[in-house]
Protein backbone atom coordinates (compact mmCIF):
# COMPACT_ATOMS: atom_id res chain seq x y z
CA UNK A 1 0.00 0.00 0.00
CA UNK A 2 1.43 3.41 -1.00
CA UNK A 3 1.22 5.66 1.83
CA UNK A 4 2.63 8.73 2.80
CA UNK A 5 2.07 9.68 6.81
CA UNK A 6 3.25 13.30 8.08
CA UNK A 7 4.10 13.89 11.38
CA UNK A 8 6.11 16.32 14.25
CA UNK A 9 2.73 18.72 14.78
CA UNK A 10 1.54 19.73 17.66
CA UNK A 11 1.19 23.55 20.12
CA UNK A 12 3.89 26.27 20.37
CA UNK A 13 4.50 29.26 20.96
CA UNK A 14 4.99 32.55 18.49
CA UNK A 15 8.69 32.48 17.55
CA UNK A 16 9.28 28.72 18.80
CA UNK A 17 10.16 25.53 16.13
CA UNK A 18 8.66 22.67 15.00
CA UNK A 19 9.51 20.15 12.71
CA UNK A 20 7.83 18.25 10.66
CA UNK A 21 8.55 14.99 8.51
CA UNK A 22 6.98 12.82 5.85
CA UNK A 23 7.42 9.30 5.37
CA UNK A 24 6.91 7.19 2.91
CA UNK A 25 5.65 3.56 3.02
CA UNK A 26 5.26 1.54 -0.16
CA UNK A 27 7.31 3.24 -2.44
CA UNK A 28 10.39 5.54 -3.03
CA UNK A 29 10.20 9.37 -2.61
CA UNK A 30 13.58 9.63 -4.35
CA UNK A 31 11.71 9.43 -7.67
CA UNK A 32 8.98 12.25 -6.66
CA UNK A 33 9.11 15.82 -6.14
CA UNK A 34 7.45 16.34 -2.70
CA UNK A 35 5.99 19.25 -1.21
CA UNK A 36 4.78 20.62 1.98
CA UNK A 37 0.88 22.83 1.70
CA UNK A 38 -1.08 23.46 4.21
CA UNK A 39 -4.78 24.52 4.96
CA UNK A 40 -6.14 26.77 7.80
CA UNK A 41 -10.10 26.77 8.54
CA UNK A 42 -12.13 28.69 5.37
CA UNK A 43 -8.94 28.75 3.05
CA UNK A 44 -7.77 26.76 0.40
CA UNK A 45 -4.87 24.89 0.76
CA UNK A 46 -1.49 26.14 0.00
CA UNK A 47 1.60 24.76 -1.36
CA UNK A 48 4.28 25.72 1.42
CA UNK A 49 7.49 24.36 0.30
CA UNK A 50 8.45 21.61 -2.24
CA UNK A 51 11.77 20.14 -2.94
CA UNK A 52 12.77 18.46 -6.30
CA UNK A 53 13.30 14.36 -7.05
CA UNK A 54 17.41 14.89 -8.73
CA UNK A 55 18.65 18.60 -7.82
CA UNK A 56 17.46 19.54 -5.00
CA UNK A 57 15.37 22.37 -6.31
CA UNK A 58 13.33 24.03 -3.88
CA UNK A 59 10.55 26.52 -3.51
CA UNK A 60 8.99 28.34 -1.02
CA UNK A 61 6.26 30.61 -0.48
CA UNK A 62 7.07 33.90 0.04
CA UNK A 63 5.44 33.49 3.64
CA UNK A 64 8.19 31.07 4.69
CA UNK A 65 11.00 32.07 3.32
CA UNK A 66 13.75 32.13 5.98
CA UNK A 67 12.08 30.66 8.42
CA UNK A 68 11.16 26.92 6.73
CA UNK A 69 13.46 24.94 5.37
CA UNK A 70 12.79 21.76 3.57
CA UNK A 71 15.41 18.85 3.30
CA UNK A 72 15.72 15.02 2.14
CA UNK A 73 16.76 12.17 4.42
CA UNK A 74 16.98 9.49 1.32
CA UNK A 75 18.42 6.99 3.99
CA UNK A 76 15.46 7.10 5.89
CA UNK A 77 12.63 7.99 3.07
CA UNK A 78 11.57 10.97 4.70
CA UNK A 79 11.50 14.56 3.88
CA UNK A 80 11.38 16.96 6.78
CA UNK A 81 9.94 20.79 6.92
CA UNK A 82 12.16 22.45 9.73
CA UNK A 83 9.67 25.50 11.12
CA UNK A 84 11.59 28.19 12.78
CA UNK A 85 9.92 31.70 13.99
CA UNK A 86 6.72 30.34 13.70
CA UNK A 87 3.61 33.18 13.75
CA UNK A 88 0.11 32.50 14.49
CA UNK A 89 -0.73 32.89 10.82
CA UNK A 90 1.75 29.55 10.23
CA UNK A 91 -1.65 28.05 11.93
CA UNK A 92 -3.05 25.07 9.69
CA UNK A 93 -2.99 21.47 9.11
CA UNK A 94 0.44 20.45 6.85
CA UNK A 95 -0.27 18.07 4.39
CA UNK A 96 2.73 16.20 2.35
CA UNK A 97 2.28 15.29 -1.04
CA UNK A 98 4.43 13.84 -3.57
CA UNK A 99 4.30 13.88 -7.65
CA UNK A 100 5.76 12.35 -10.84
CA UNK A 101 7.03 14.33 -13.60
CA UNK A 102 6.88 17.99 -12.13
CA UNK A 103 8.87 20.91 -11.17
CA UNK A 104 9.07 22.62 -7.68
CA UNK A 105 7.33 25.47 -8.51
CA UNK A 106 4.10 24.02 -10.61
CA UNK A 107 3.78 21.82 -7.59
CA UNK A 108 3.68 24.11 -4.90
CA UNK A 109 1.41 27.04 -6.87
CA UNK A 110 -0.76 25.04 -8.66
CA UNK A 111 -1.45 22.61 -6.52
CA UNK A 112 -0.90 19.10 -7.54
CA UNK A 113 -0.28 15.79 -5.91
CA UNK A 114 -0.38 12.10 -6.53
CA UNK A 115 -0.02 10.95 -3.49
CA UNK A 116 -1.50 12.78 0.07
CA UNK A 117 -1.00 12.10 3.60
CA UNK A 118 -3.66 12.41 6.08
CA UNK A 119 -1.95 16.17 7.74
CA UNK A 120 -0.93 17.34 10.90
CA UNK A 121 -2.04 20.04 12.71
CA UNK A 122 0.22 23.04 14.00
CA UNK A 123 -1.43 25.65 16.48
CA UNK A 124 0.86 28.49 16.87
CA UNK A 125 -0.87 30.16 19.99
CA UNK A 126 0.84 31.89 23.63
Known amino acids: QLQLVESGGGLVQPGGSLRLSCAAS????????IGWFRQAPGKEREGVSC????????YYADSVKGRFTISRDNAKNTVNLQMNSLKPEDTAVYYC???????????????????WGQGTQVTVSS
Open 97 to 115: AAAAFVSVQAMCVMPVGDY
Open 26 to 33: GFTLDYYT
Open 51 to 58: ISSSDGNT
